[in-house]
C-alpha cells in the first residue's frame, strides 16, 4: 500500500508563508495522484491541491489559487504545498492522500484512496 507522513505544519502570522511537506513510500505507480486536503475544527474535510505523479499537471481550489502551490520531487517522493499569504481561515489540519488514479470530477475526501496523518497550521495574530 501507499504510505503517506505529512509534515511542516506551525504556528504562524498571517501574511507568513509556509511549506508542507509529504514523504511518499510503499506502493506507487506513475498513475497516481497526490492531493493535499485539509479540515479547519467542525467542519468537513476540504480539497487543497492535486497533482500528477507522472507528468506534474496540477489543480488547486479555487479557495487557494494564487496563494498556496503544490509541487512534487518524483526521485525523492516527496510532495509539497507552498503556501503563501496566509490567512486566518486557512487554519486547519492538513492532510496528504493519495489516488491511483487522476479523478476528472470534483475532487472531495471520498475518491481518495490512501491518507497520512495531518499536521496543523494556525494562522493567528
Known amino acids: 500500500r501507499c504510505r503517506l507522513q505529512a509534515s511542516g505544519g506551525g504556528l504562524v502570522q498571517p501574511g507568513d508563508s509556509l511549506r508542507l511537506s509529504c514523504a511518499v513510500s510503499g506502493r506507487t505507480s506513475s498513475s497516481y495522484a497526490m492531493a493535499w486536503f485539509r479540515q479547519a475544527p467542525g467542519k468537513e474535510r476540504q480539497f487543497v491541491a492535486a497533482?500528477?505523479?507522472?507528468?506534474?499537471?496540477?489543480l488547486h481550489d479555487d479557495s487557494v489559487k494564487g496563494r498556496f502551490t503544490i509541487s512534487k520531487d518524483s526521485a525523492k517522493k516527496m510532495v509539497f504545498l507552498q503556501m503563501n499569504s496566509l490567512k486566518p481561515e486557512d487554519t486547519a489540519v492538513y492532510f496528504c492522500a493519495a489516488r491511483t488514479a487522476w479523478y476528472a470530477g470534483a475532487w472531495s475526501a471520498g475518491v481518495m484512496d490512501y491518507w497520512g496523518k495531518g499536521t496543523l497550521v494556525t494562522v493567528s495574530s
Open positions: 497533482i500528477k505523479w507522472s507528468g506534474g499537471s496540477t
